[in-house]
């Protein structure tokens, strides 16, 4: 018998638990279909959780994350805390829960849907096949490095520092390159190693890995170069990893390629197999509690889970393939739909899903 995995569920603010209803209703379903056992629990995180803990990150949540083999989350967030001073801001509990969990890398796929073509700014012909990864360092890098001021000739000067260890580009590297494996083994190494002495340890270090890695074929690629390949031939990437900034830059501009935020799945991955699975989009407190939300990023959030996580490939493939026959046939919500008239609601969408999971 297939063992039980715990599944720490964080629904949030906002449309946040009207998109995580739709994905445990998809994984309710796999369960039968495919023989997977699910063990649900959920806790209070962000906004809802300030309002009746006081913190945005209560303790116990993350003590039900921990315990969990992974964390499915829909959003925080929302104009009634924007201006809380920081340790009461939802945004606060998003860092908290990452550094918690020793989560160290982004994970957001960009998969181009065929009859989504044309919402992208893109020509359909360019974008025909498109289906890449970006692995984004998360924890180190400029974001993190000495931040400081100073006097100098030219009056005060500002200064960040990067910096990165072999360890933190080999952990990232090889899980860039595990994660090659399951798809076309294809690996692009994003850096500026021509100017960039971080990048020349990077580049370094992503060649002695790929020595364990003979498999996957790999690329290096100077982040300037990529940037504009990515708008000239996106088909051509599978996997692209590459430090923090840079990954922060490309991850938006490789979602822009799909058209719309309601599509984007994510991940966070640490040591191991564990991992937290997020839509891209935020809580969006414009369209809360009208259960107009488009529930497809958080449903293929669920997919990533099933390959990253549990290995559980078929089940993830089966996500997929309904998620393109549903928008094959036309269904569409508002934030998709040329002719809103005609849009479907959030749990419409989320229940032909469903029912295209054979
Ligand atoms: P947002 O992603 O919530 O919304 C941007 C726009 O996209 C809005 O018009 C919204 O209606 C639309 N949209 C987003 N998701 C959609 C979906 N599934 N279906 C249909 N339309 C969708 O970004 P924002 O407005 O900048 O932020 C709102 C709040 O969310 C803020 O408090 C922000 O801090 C928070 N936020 C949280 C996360 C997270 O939880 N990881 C990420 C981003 C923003």
């Known amino acids: 018998m297939t063992d039980v995995k715990k599944i720490a569920v964080i629904e949030g603010d906002g449309i946040g638990p009207e998109v995580v209803a739709e994905a445990i209703k998809v994984m309710r379903k796999t369960e039968e279909a495919y023989g997977l056992r699910f063990d649900f629990e959920y806790g209070l995180f962000g906004g809802i959780a300030i309002d009746e803990k006081g913190t945005p990150l209560p303790e116990d949540t993350l003590a039900m994350c921990q315990k969990a083999d992974a964390v499915l989350l829909g959003a925080v967030g929302g104009p009634k805390w924007d201006s809380n001073p920081k340790e009461l801001r939802p945004e606060t509990g998003l860092l908290g829960i990452r550094k918690a969990l020793g989560l160290f890398s982004n994970i957001r796929p960009a998969l181009v849907f065929d009859c989504l073509k044309e919402a992208s700014t893109l020509k359909p012909e360019v974008l025909e096949g498109t289906d890449l ?82 498999d996957v074929e790999l690329e290096h690629v100077l982040v300037d170069n990529c940037a504009m390949q990515l708008l000239r031939r996106p088909a051509s990437f599978d996997v692209i990893v590459t430090e923090n900034m840079f990954g922060d830059i490309l991850s938006d501009e490789a979602a822009m390629l799909t058209g719309s935020i309601g599509m984007l799945s994510s991940a966070s991955l640490g040591e191991g197999a564990f991992g937290l699975y997020e839509p891209v989009h935020g809580s969006a407190p414009d369209i809360a509690g009208l259960g107009v939300a488009n529930p497809v990023a958080t449903i293929l959030s669920v997919a990533l889970m099933y390959r990253l996580t549990f290995g559980y490939h078929e089940a993830a493939e089966a996500i997929e393939r309904a998620v393109s026959e549903v928008l094959d046939a036309g269904y569409r919500t508002s934030d998709i739909a040329v002719d809103k008239s005609t849009a479907l609601n959030t749990s419409a969408m989320g229940d032909l899903i469903v029912a295209a999971i054979r």
């Open 133 to 214: 990864i970006v692995v984004r360092e998360l924890t180190g890098g400029i974001y993190f490095g000495e931040k400081f001021r100073r006097d100098s000739a030219g009056g005060e000067e500002a200064v960040d520092t990067s910096t990165y260890n072999v360890q933190e580009v080999e952990r990232i590297a090889r899980q860039a390159f595990e994660i090659a494996r399951t798809r076309r083994k294809k690996l692009a190494s994003v850096d500026k190693a021509n100017v960039l002495e971080t990048s020349r340890l990077w580049r370094e270090t992503v060649i002695r890995v790929s020595a364990d890695y003979p």
